[in-house]
T-cell receptor, first 114, second 111 residues
Framework: KAGVTQTPRYLIKTRGQQVTLSCSPI?????VSWYQQTPGQGLQFLFE???????NKGNFPGRFSGRQFSNSRSEMNVSTLELGDSALYLC?????????????FGQGTRLTVV | GDSVTQMEGPVTLSEEAFLTINCTYT??????LFWYVQYPGEGLQLLLK?????DKGSNKGFEATYRKETTSFHLEKGSVQVSDSAVYFC??????????FGKGTRLSVIA
């Protein structure tokens, strides 16, 4: 069974540009969550999608957006990139929501903004 | 809001030493508790979980017990190996809320 696939693995962008990251969840999983990981702030929740609907949203500016497609694949977009957006972006998929539901993480996309 | 506090690292141990990484939480209701591990260059992997008070999660020699009275979920292993070197994250989830993570504790095991 294939795991969670994130593409690309590495990305270098210039301030002011925009970027789109992709996540393919485990087959059958309908929930996809995105997290930003930085040395200073640790793991911070961005948003969660379930069956194409955004269920939860973290405390990030509107420059961060996402969507989920009918096949459960998800993308997140960051517009007008800032240096502080440099981070490892992790995607996690799960069967659904609820207590104790295990989340499976991808290897992440390492974004560097210069 | 919900939060998780883990002991600051890094933690450096010799092979076969006993490991404890402390984790306490604040949450409304009765959350599920998790330990995730992140190896260099990788995403997070679920190490173990517990969904109710007094549950003990265990995997690969690691274990943690859900203590409601002390709001704690400390990770322990009796004898660490070099291959256990990684960053360990304590996390919780309440109801349908997303996972809330601690800051992570880096463990280095030396031969």
């Amino acid at each position: 069974k294939a795991g969670v696939t994130q593409t690309p693995r590495y990305l270098i962008k210039t301030r002011g540009q925009q970027v789109t990251l992709s996540c393919s969840p485990i087959s059958g999983h309908r929930s996809v969550s995105w997290y930003q990981q930085t040395p200073g702030q640790g793991l911070q929740f961005l948003f969660e999608y379930f069956s194409e609907t955004q269920r939860n949203k973290g405390n990030f500016p509107g420059r961060f957006s996402g969507r989920q497609f009918s096949n459960s694949r998800s993308e997140m977009n960051v517009s007008t990139l800032e240096l502080g957006d440099s981070a490892l972006y992790l995607c996690a998929s799960s069967l659904g929501q609820g207590m104790g539901t295990e989340a499976f993480f991808g290897q992440g996309t390492r974004l560097t903004v210069v | 809001g919900d939060s998780v506090t883990q002991m600051e690292g890094p933690v450096t141990l010799s092979e076969e030493a006993f490991l404890t990484i402390n984790c306490t939480y604040t949450a409304t209701g009765y959350p599920s508790l998790f330990w995730y591990v992140q190896y260099p260059g990788e995403g997070l992997q679920l190490l173990l979980k517990a969904t109710k008070a007094d549950d003990k999660g265990s995997n690969k020699g690691f274990e943690a017990t859900y203590r409601k009275e002390t709001t704690s979920f400390h990770l322990e292993k009796g004898s660490v190996q070099v291959s256990d070197s990684a960053v360990y994250f304590c996390a919780l989830s309440s109801g349908n809320t997303p996972l809330v993570f601690g800051k992570g504790t880096r463990l280095s095991v030396i031969a």
